[in-house]
């Protein structure tokens, strides 16, 4: 299969131009189709042929191992979530807080990767934030700011900028510092690489919606093995156990403790079924394509407009124009899909293997009269 091919099985792209990946990536028909066909096996067969907890059971098992694979994980150490936030709010969750403990954290980050801990600021633990230049990270600031902290939260591809911040970097620092490492890594996969080996750090919070072309709640929750065992998640359920009649009851080993009750497994069906058509692409060829496209886009704006790096490091570029949200508005009605930012104030178009070169063209025609 080929990017373009790809394409051609997603109904959205069909019709104007897309460029808003990084919030939501459309699903092809064959992904949409596996979880319905799921959904219809589940309620119409698997009551009398089957049991409908040990098919959802057996799906979940399916699911964990092709996400493990993919990321470079073993299947114990991933838990299946709903999003990004729900992985970030688990492992805040699960951790034993005293006032004046310390969390940092990047500027840069997504409301997913400040809100939980604006949470934990209520009771008294410290939040210290790293500022940062052109959507970069000075390691020598962020190991004066994680000395003595508990944790650290930062992206390993930023949403304002797209810029690929040095993880397995600034993870040795914090570990250095005696620092829990967690790594919102949402904008990564279907784009690039992940493999969550070469980072090390702790914990990574990622999700499919986006550059998979999966669809929504179907997101995942890596956790170190031996990491895990550490974490006493305070959402509790029968899945979360070994044996939920137990008194006192055992958490799973590994990531699955954070995994609680019934839930729908047709999401994490289609976020299967993406991830094996991303590799059957191959993420190199998708991120060769990537890189070219979001190129000529970057190449097409002029110097002082562009926020983002001017040779990409992601399909996500920042252009600074007047007036935003009237511009995102404008190429709206012109068939053009981007979205605004709200830091830095710009607009962020989001350039996927599955656009066009014709696709930018027009996007850039969009923009002239911008600058």
């Not at 990047?106 to 949470?119: K, S, V, Y």
């Not at 620092?173 to 919102?184: E, K, S, Y």
Request: aromatic share 8%; glycine share 8%.
């Amino acid at each position: 299969m080929t990017p373009l091919e790809l394409r051609a099985d997603v109904p959205a792209l069909q019709d104007g131009a897309y460029f808003n990946f990084g919030a939501h990536g459309p699903s092809p028909r064959f992904v949409v189709e596996a979880a319905e066909a799921f959904i219809e096996s589940h309620e119409y067969e698997s009551p009398i042929v089957d049991d409908p907890y040990e098919t959802a059971f057996d799906t979940f098992e399916m699911v964990r191992e092709t996400v493990a694979d993919f990321v470079g994980a073993e299947a114990e150490e991933i838990a299946l979530t709903e999003s990004t936030t729900a992985g970030i709010n688990a492992i805040a969750g699960a951790i034993d807080w005293e006032p004046w403990d310390v969390v940092v954290r990047t500027d840069l980050e997504h409301p997913a990767g400040i809100l939980a801990w604006q949470r934990l600021e209520r009771e008294g633990v410290e939040v210290r934030v790293v500022e940062t230049t052109d959507g970069r990270v000075d390691p020598e600031e962020f190991a004066e700011a994680v000395e003595g902290a508990d944790l650290a939260c930062f992206s390993a591809l930023t949403w304002t900028h797209g810029t690929r911040l040095p993880v397995a970097e600034l993870v040795d620092i914090a570990n250095d510092a005696g620092a829990f490492t967690l790594v919102d890594a949402v904008q990564v996969p279907g784009q690039t690489e992940l493999d969550v080996s070469e980072w090390g750090a702790d914990a990574v919070a990622a999700a499919g919606h986006k550059w998979l072309l999966g669809l929504w709640g179907g997101g995942f929750l890596y956790v170190d093995r031996e990491v895990a065992e550490e974490l006493e998640p305070r959402t509790v359920g029968y899945r979360s156990v070994e044996k939920p009649t137990a008194e006192p009851f055992a958490f799973e080993p590994g990531a699955k403790r954070f995994e609680v009750g019934s839930a729908n497994p047709a999401s994490h069906v289609a976020l299967a079924e993406a991830i094996e058509a991303i590799e059957e692409v191959g993420v190199d060829r998708m991120e060769e394509r990537t890189l070219d496209l979001a190129g000529r886009l970057a190449d097409g704006v002029p110097e002082e407009q562009l926020l983002s790096p001017a040779e990409p490091e992601s399909g996500l570029v920042t252009i600074d124009v007047p007036d935003p949200e009237a511009t995102v508005e404008r190429l709206a009605d012109e068939g053009i899909v981007v979205r605004p930012l709200p830091f830095p104030d710009a607009i962020r178009a989001s350039v996927h293997a599955v656009n066009t070169a014709e696709e930018v063209d027009r996007l850039l025609g969009g923009l002239e009269d911008e600058y």
